[in-house]
């Protein structure tokens, strides 16, 4: 299964739901989504759903460079 969504930057993400993103959510947040309750619980956290999202997207995220991975809306000070 998957689904896509962009970024406020204009990214386009596909969300793959395979055995491996069941494994890497449940290894890494100890949260099984096939429990639907457990999963409900979780994505009402918007932390919790954008740990997910990651875990989802892992691999369109390696190749994109560090000063992109940090979009919190912050920009690089430049030194004087």
Do not use: H
Request: hydrophobic share 35%; net charge positive.
């Amino acid at each position: 299964m998957k689904q896509s969504f962009t970024d406020n930057q204009g990214t386009s993400w596909t969300v793959f739901v395979t055995v491996g993103t069941l494994k890497r959510v449940k290894q890494t947040l100890g949260v099984d989504i096939m429990d639907v309750e457990a999963f409900v619980r979780q994505i009402q956290d918007p932390i919790s759903l954008c740990d997910i999202l990651y875990l989802a997207c892992v691999e369109q995220a390696k190749p994109i460079p560090r000063s992109r991975k940090a979009s919190d809306g912050r920009r690089k000070r430049r030194s004087t």
